[in-house]
């Protein structure tokens, strides 16, 4: 009954690796979002997708492409993983797009801790 | 710069005693939210607070948002240890789609 899932929960893997961390939601939500928390506990955005289209792309660098099948699917590859990459990613959905009044209510997944070595 | 930010960063009182947790942000927006992340989860939505309202209750939760000071409070009564967490607030700016999210104040409510 998860409404915001991710997979995997954990990935240690070592530098210059590629990986994907995969999100699902099953609210119904038309936005999905992928978030970076570093050691900090600072929570930036990294994209979100409204209806399978990209909406927002912070400067991330482009090792990172998010790609979305479908509207309940979000996922994030990273290609040649660095030390700098290792945080916590979070993927979150809302509905319907941030920005309109009331709304905009974010429901985060549990997260995936990813420790590059 | 980072829209929102907490003060204080962190806060530790004793199980029954008031909270109170502040957010200040730099631009207009559409509404402001405060977030809970206990350690090692996810961020779980508490309450939301529109521009135009200025004080909002949810349980235990008491919200204030003074725009003309860009500034939000989270007032947390009667504290419970289970109440430990960090907390976030975050904004929605006037004419963008994104959150933005504060750098959190992490509470510890001893029992």
């Known amino acids: 009954d998860t409404a915001v899932s991710q997979t995997p929960k954990y990935l240690v893997t070592q530098m210059g690796n590629d990986k994907s961390i995969k999100c699902e939601q099953n609210?119904?939500?038309?936005?999905m979002y992928w978030y970076k928390q570093d050691s900090k506990k600072f929570l930036k955005i990294m994209f979100s997708?409204?209806?399978?289209?990209?909406?927002i792309n912070e400067t991330v660098p482009n090792r990172f492409s998010p790609k979305s099948p479908d509207k309940a699917h979000l996922n994030l590859h990273i290609n040649s993983l660095e030390l700098g990459d290792s945080a916590v990613y979070f993927c979150?959905?809302?509905?319907?797009?941030?920005?309109?009044?009331?709304?905009?209510?974010?429901?985060f997944g549990p997260g995936t801790r990813l420790l590059v070595l | 710069s980072q829209q929102g930010e907490e003060d204080p960063q962190a806060l530790g009182i004793q199980e029954g005693e008031n909270a109170t947790m502040n957010c200040s942000y730099k631009?207009?927006?559409?509404?402001l939210q405060w977030y809970r992340q206990n350690s090692g989860r996810g961020l779980v939505h508490l309450i939301l607070?529109?521009?135009?309202?200025r004080e909002k209750h949810s349980g235990r939760l008491r919200v204030t948002l003074d725009t003309s000071k860009k500034s939000s409070s989270l007032l947390i009564t009667a504290s419970r240890a289970a109440d430990t967490a960090s907390y976030f607030c975050a904004t929605v700016p006037r004419g963008y789609q994104k959150v933005t999210f504060g750098t959190g104040t992490k509470l510890q409510v001893i029992p």
């Open positions: 631009t207009s927006i559409n509404n």
């Open positions: 997708y409204n209806n399978k289209e990209l909406i």
């Open positions: 979150a959905s809302s509905q319907p797009p941030t920005g309109t009044s009331g709304r905009e209510t974010q429901y």
């Open positions: 607070i529109r521009s135009n309202e």
């Open positions: 609210l119904g939500h038309d936005t």
